[in-house]
């Protein structure tokens, strides 16, 4: 069987009796199949934007930044930004080493370095040390660049829908039951049978919670979290804490 978007639209036609789509008739599907289509982009997005940091979202983004530029567009997929992942690349050309910015809060910019982008002196230019995020989905470096440096940042995407009949899911094959008990919960709303699109979204929620321990809650160490008593002397006293 192969995981694509052909074959999960008829996972969902299957049980409902649908005459299955073909890598031939796919683009061009309409009534319910074209609903099919829709249901299992439906799904593959309710379960990507139930979790921010799902590990197949995750993405790095290098820019090349500009000289005497300080703002740049966040990457127009991105649904959750590292702000503690700005670093600037090592440039054996420009002569830089690599280096990690100090990511600042908005407000703190704009108290203390707002400055730099009404500046003319061009001698203030350096390599970036500090990272802001904005309300207007960009970044700002500080100080303004005085290089092309590359900047490299990490953030988790919104993938597009699926659209060809090949097309390939970002959600690991292993969790395609997830995709089909929402795809079929869609099915089923359209096919106004409530009873059993009530059956289809608890089966999805109950398979997207396992889904979640397994890649989210799974921790390689666990932090103690007891507090030890302990006791020091200071003049000819003991004292405990």
């Known amino acids: 069987m192969t995981y694509n978007f052909l074959e999960l639209v008829n996972q969902v036609n299957r049980p409902l009796n649908e005459v299955e789509l073909n890598s031939t008739n796919f683009a061009t599907a309409i009534g319910f199949y074209a609903h099919a289509k829709d249901a299992v982009n439906q799904a593959i997005r309710d379960i990507n934007q139930s979790v921010f940091t799902w590990p197949w979202n995750h993405t790095t983004q290098d820019d090349t930044l500009v000289v005497g530029t300080s703002r740049y567009n966040l990457q127009s997929d991105y649904k959750y930004v590292d702000r503690y992942s700005f670093r600037i690349q090592q440039d054996d050309t420009i002569g830089n080493n690599t280096q990690r910015l100090t990511y600042i809060e908005y407000h703190e910019y704009l108290n203390n370095f707002i400055d730099q982008e009404y500046e003319t002196d061009t001698s203030i230019r350096a390599i970036p040390q500090y990272v802001t995020l904005t309300p207007s989905e960009e970044y700002i470096v500080s100080p303004v660049p005085d290089a092309a440096y ?23 094959e292993k969790f395609s039951h997830v995709i089909y008990a929402k795809a079929m919960y869609y099915a089923y709303i359209f096919r106004s049978n409530k009873e059993s699109a009530d059956m289809m979204k608890a089966l999805y929620e109950d398979n997207l919670e396992d889904m979640r321990k397994i890649m989210i809650n799974n921790y390689d160490r666990v932090r103690g979290t007891e507090v030890i008593r302990s006791k020091y002397r200071l003049s000819g006293k003991v004292f405990s804490y």
């Open 150 to 172: 590359t900047l490299t940042y990490e953030y988790y995407s919104s993938p597009a829908s699926l659209s060809a009949y090949n097309d390939v899911p970002v959600i690991p």
